[in-house]
């Protein structure tokens, strides 16, 4: 067996003055660690800093895609598109990330009415985001599973919450009665232990929420970029010539697809300079008929001659400035 080496007095003594020094020394460092986090915890909670100079209104985006709200930042703040911000709404204090900077304000809106940046959004302020991000992704699910005992002829997708967790709105669609939805958020604040606002939302906004791809094969325009729905019509298609087929008209939210519009202009446009269909034209080869455009082109399909039996008739493909409009009598 090994021999046990006894260790002198004054050995023993060192070897614990040098443990004693090194625990003392571990301990301040722990101190030291907790003070910062209390200092970072009472700027979260305490007033934000006062602002005297002058303001700038400013564009807030809460979603990525989501709607511009105008808010005045102070000038000091020297704001740039992107920066994550806090402010003051309805809801309470949330964040948002800067759109656009010395922003123009739509006619009869003075900047006087705008409430006002807060702060830019500091580390605690991001852990707080990501947190109530997590907290709303747990209330879709208890609020689905309310929909569920409660038979509701609902569909919920989304939540979102304010920064401090006191408030949230909890977006659906559906057709529920007014005493359902009372009942319903009623049980959703008790699970969640806050105020809730139930939003029913139409195909439109739930298809921009749960975004996806086109049948283009792009991602959905409503969740890249558009900030707002404009009105599309079954005229807007017929004027570009396309196809009537459901499937080739309508998104994957079954309405007229938004990009209907977007060259409607331009087809209406160009299209003046061209005869109309079934107008009769003078061509090359005689009097024929306009059975078709192609406006980008501008170009005319003739059919000649315009009456007689089909199997005699020719089509033919012209410049519209190889046709000359026959007057009408």
């Given at each position: 067996?090994?021999?046990?080496?006894?260790?002198?007095?004054?050995?023993?003594?060192?070897?614990?003055?040098?443990?004693?020094?090194?625990?003392?020394?571990?301990?301040?460092?722990?101190?030291?660690?907790?003070?910062?986090?209390?200092?970072?915890?009472?700027?979260?909670?305490?007033?934000?800093?006062?602002?005297?100079?002058?303001?700038?209104?400013?564009?807030?985006?809460?979603?990525?895609?989501?709607?511009?709200?105008h808010f005045v930042a102070p000038v000091?703040?020297?704001?740039?598109?992107?920066?994550?911000?806090?402010?003051?709404?309805?809801?309470?204090?949330?964040?948002?990330?800067?759109?656009?900077?010395?922003?123009?304000?739509?006619?009869?809106?003075?900047?006087?009415?705008?409430?006002?940046?807060?702060?830019?959004?500091?580390?605690?302020?991001?852990?707080?985001?990501?947190?109530?991000?997590?907290?709303?992704?747990?209330?879709?699910?208890?609020?689905?599973?309310?929909?569920?005992?409660?038979?509701?002829?609902?569909?919920?997708?989304?939540?979102?919450?304010?920064?401090?967790?006191?408030?949230?709105?909890?977006?659906?669609?559906?057709?529920?009665?007014?005493?359902?939805?009372?009942?319903?958020?009623?049980?959703?604040?008790?699970?969640?232990?806050?105020?809730?606002?139930?939003?029913?939302?139409?195909?439109?906004?739930?298809?921009?929420?749960?975004?996806?791809?086109?049948?283009?094969?792009?991602?959905?325009?409503?969740?890249?970029?558009?900030?707002?729905?404009?009105?599309?019509?079954?005229?807007?298609?017929?004027?570009?010539?396309?196809?009537?087929?459901?499937?080739?008209?309508?998104?994957?939210?079954?309405?007229?697809?938004?990009?209907?519009?977007?060259?409607?202009?331009?087809?209406?446009?160009?299209?003046?300079?061209?005869?109309?269909?079934?107008?009769?034209?003078?061509?090359?080869?005689?009097?024929?008929?306009?059975?078709?455009?192609?406006?980008?082109?501008?170009?005319?399909?003739?059919?000649?001659?315009?009456?007689?039996?089909?199997?005699?008739?020719?089509?033919?493909?012209?410049?519209?400035?190889?046709?000359?409009?026959?007057?009408?009598?």
């Open positions: 067996m090994d021999e046990v080496k006894d260790i002198a007095p004054d050995e023993n003594q060192e070897w614990s003055d040098e443990i004693e020094t090194w625990l003392d020394e571990y301990q301040e460092a722990l101190d030291d660690t907790q003070d910062e986090l209390d200092v970072q915890a009472e700027s979260g909670s305490a007033q934000n800093p006062e602002f005297t100079g002058p303001t700038t209104p400013v564009g807030i985006r809460f979603q990525p895609a989501g709607k511009v709200y000091e703040m020297e704001l740039r598109r992107d920066d994550w911000v806090v402010m003051e709404t309805v809801y309470g204090e949330q964040a948002g990330q800067v759109s656009e900077t010395n922003a123009k304000l739509p006619d009869g809106i003075s900047p006087k009415r705008l409430k006002i940046v807060l702060r830019r959004a500091n580390g605690l302020d991001m852990a707080r985001y990501q947190l109530m991000r997590e907290r709303a992704e747990r209330m879709v699910e208890v609020a689905r599973e309310e929909v569920v005992a409660q038979k509701l002829d609902m569909k919920v997708f989304s939540a979102e919450f304010a920064l401090d967790g006191s408030s949230a709105i909890l977006l659906c669609t559906g057709n529920s009665n007014k005493r359902d939805l009372t009942n319903f958020r009623r049980r959703i604040a008790s699970r969640m232990n806050c105020r809730v606002e139930i939003r029913t939302v139409g195909p439109r906004d739930h298809a921009k929420a749960l975004c996806g791809y086109g049948v283009c094969g792009e991602p959905r325009c409503c969740c890249r970029f558009l900030t707002e729905f404009q009105t599309v019509s079954i005229r807007m298609a017929k004027d570009q010539a396309i196809s009537m087929a459901p499937t080739d008209i309508t998104g994957m939210c079954g309405r007229l697809r938004c990009c209907l519009a977007y060259e409607h202009e331009v087809y209406k446009e160009e299209a003046k300079s061209l005869p109309k269909i079934k107008a009769r034209v003078q061509t090359e080869k005689g009097v024929g008929r306009v059975i078709d455009l192609d406006i980008l082109k501008g170009e005319v399909v003739v059919e000649v001659p315009p009456d007689g039996p089909r199997v005699e008739r020719e089509r033919i493909r012209l410049s519209a400035d190889e046709v000359k409009v026959i007057p009408q009598k």
